[in-house]
T-cell receptor, first 113, second 115 residues
């Protein structure tokens, strides 16, 4: 079945460091791919998405490129801030009869000043 | 625009007791989802409604979990009787429609602790 694997955390970085959180997926067909973020005490929010191969999703300085050949959707940011501290979830939707999201286990990012 | 509302935010019960969670989606959203998020895991879909009809409940433990969405707006999720392994955050989400073109908006969740 469809699944998402993302790197385990926590990831601890200093402010202005470069961020990469790895995400790979297994799916039949052509899924849509998402990154969600959960800030402390808040609900899940969509950060960015990509719906087809080679698409790049971007938002708030974060980027991820849909790589079909490597079945990956790695999240990157060039310079993290303390306010980026949160849990990040990679997810896919297979676009079938339902819009069910299948999530990875989440990666906790802690940015230190 | 008001977001997805859930209540209560926290609930502690003993095993074998019953509990119910309530969700009010964003106005006009036809599709409503309930997810279960166990500590250290990503959310897992329990049930999806399109208006007041069930689209997918394949991962809902139907011997103890039930959900309804009367009139296609608010929804309740019930657990009866609860087990220790039901301790989790229960997330409600809604979207305009059921295709992946439409973003799912999540509520703050209800944290359930079963002792």
């Amino acid at each position: 079945g469809n699944s998402v694997t993302q790197m385990e955390g926590p990831v601890t970085l200093s402010e202005e460091a470069f961020l990469t959180i790895n995400c790979t997926y297994t799916a039949t067909g052509y899924p849509s791919l998402f990154w969600y973020v959960q800030y402390p005490g808040e609900g899940l929010q969509l950060l960015l998405k990509a719906t087809k191969a080679d698409d790049k999703g971007s938002n708030k300085g974060f980027e991820a490129t849909y790589r079909k050949e490597t079945t990956s959707f790695h999240l990157e940011k060039g310079s993290v801030q303390v306010s980026d501290s949160a849990v990040y979830f990679c997810a896919l939707s297979d676009g079938g009869a339902t819009n069910k999201l299948i999530f990875g286990t989440g990666t906790l990012l802690a940015v230190q000043p | 625009e008001a977001g997805v509302a859930q209540s209560p935010r926290y609930k502690i019960i003993e095993k074998r007791q019953s509990v119910a969670f309530w969700c009010n989606p964003i106005s006009g959203h036809a599709t409503l989802y309930w997810y279960q998020q166990i500590l250290g895991q990503g959310p897992k879909l329990l049930i999806q409604f399109q208006n007041n009809g069930v689209v997918d409940d394949s991962q809902l433990p139907k011997d103890r979990f039930s959900a309804e969405r009367l009139k296609g707006v608010d929804s309740t999720l019930k657990i009866q009787p609860a087990k220790l392994e039901d301790s989790a955050v229960y997330l409600c989400a809604s979207s305009l429609a059921g295709s992946s073109s439409y973003e799912q908006y999540f509520g703050p969740g209800t944290r359930l602790t079963v002792t």
